[in-house]
């Protein structure tokens, strides 16, 4: 199943008077990327404030990154980002443990 979302990147810090200035795209994925973001903060990998940008980081980058995963680009990286997926998924040690 493929789950879609709408992504928008809204500047804030505008001098008064300003237009604003924002991105915003729509994106697939076949995860259901909010649930990802619990899942991800229950591993206790990253602190709490950045844990949703992580996470939606990651999926928007892995996204475009095994699309041209083949690319001249993106190939030297591959093996290292599937290194780092599989670290994180098997259930990387705890952000706590590893400070004691």
Known sequence: ?????????EKLDLPE???????TFDVTNHDDIVPLIDRIRALNVLPEEEV????????????????????PLFEPLHSHFLDFMKRLKSNAPARAASEA
């Open 1 to 9: 199943m493929a789950y879609t979302y709408r992504i928008t990147a």
């Open 17 to 23: 008077g300003s237009e604003p200035v924002s991105c």
């Open 52 to 71: 949703a940008q992580f996470t939606i980081g990651l999926k928007l980058f892995s996204g475009v990154h095994m699309a041209h995963r083949r690319e």
